[in-house]
């Protein structure tokens, strides 16, 4: 079996499709949330999205677009995005956020947005951070996303929690240690690499490989600058930043 695990679209229909030709063929889909906010195509994203093998959880600009979170907590830029988003979604759009939920286990693993612990606004930076999140969930494995950043968090047993780099980007998911995954965004990478990022689980082979790949961010920022979206959003993504 293959697993694509996706996180932080943000409405970004370049990327998403980018990444979903990359991995082909796959049998699963895992995202992380955060599907809308941000970039000019939430609809779109949403579709492509409903058509697949799919297990979601929401995020919190899908929640903030959904009026289930007050926009005040959100930054200017994100909040004026979040706006337009909200204008722009179709009735089957709002539908399909509606229907994800915050955790979700699916084979024996947990999807969350921010961390088992707070799964809508915790930013996951440290192993300090995560530490506090190991006991909250029973499986081996966890995939979380919204700091745009890949990452690994693991611990052994009693051990406290450490992270590690990513590299090799094949990570092998060992018996007798657990682990929080981040696989990095997919439509606003923030770790100065412009490249989306995304994973590919092996369960059968007991492997994540994370994956950059190119695409057209320039069709993004078109599409930005004519639906109005914040200049701050749209100068960020060659940059990955």
């Not at 018996?175 to 989306?196: C, K, M, V, W, Y």
């Amino acid at each position: 079996m293959k697993v694509l695990v996706i996180t932080d679209i943000h409405s970004n229909l370049a990327a998403l499709r980018a990444v979903l030709e990359a991995a082909a063929p796959f049998d699963k889909v895992w995202c992380t949330g955060d599907i809308v906010g941000y970039g000019p195509e939430p609809n779109e994203c949403v579709e492509m999205l409903a058509g697949l093998p799919l297990r979601a959880t929401a995020g919190n600009h899908d929640l903030g677009a959904l009026g289930k979170l007050p926009l005040q907590v959100f930054n200017p830029a994100a909040r004026a995005a979040l706006r337009w988003t909200a204008d722009a979604l179709t009735r089957e759009s709002i539908q399909f956020l509606e229907s994800l939920p915050r955790t979700l286990v699916t084979d024996d693993t947990l999807l969350c947005h921010g961390s088992p612990r707070e799964p809508v606004w915790e930013y996951l930076f440290s192993p300090f951070q995560a530490e506090n999140s190991f006991p909250v969930f029973a499986q081996q494995l966890c995939l979380v996303g919204h700091t745009h950043l890949p990452a690994v968090f693991r611990k052994a047993g009693g051990a406290a929690c450490e992270q590690v780099p990513w590299d090799p980007p094949v990570l092998t998911i060992e018996e007798g240690l657990r682990f929080i995954l981040n696989p990095g965004s997919t439509g606003q990478p923030r770790d100065g690499d412009h490249r989306a990022s995304f994973a590919v689980y092996l369960p059968d082979r007991h492997t994540v490989e994370n994956i950059r790949i190119n695409y057209d961010f320039s069709l993004t920022q078109r599409k930005m600058s004519q639906a109005g979206l914040p200049q701050s959003l749209i100068d960020r993504l060659p940059w990955g930043l």
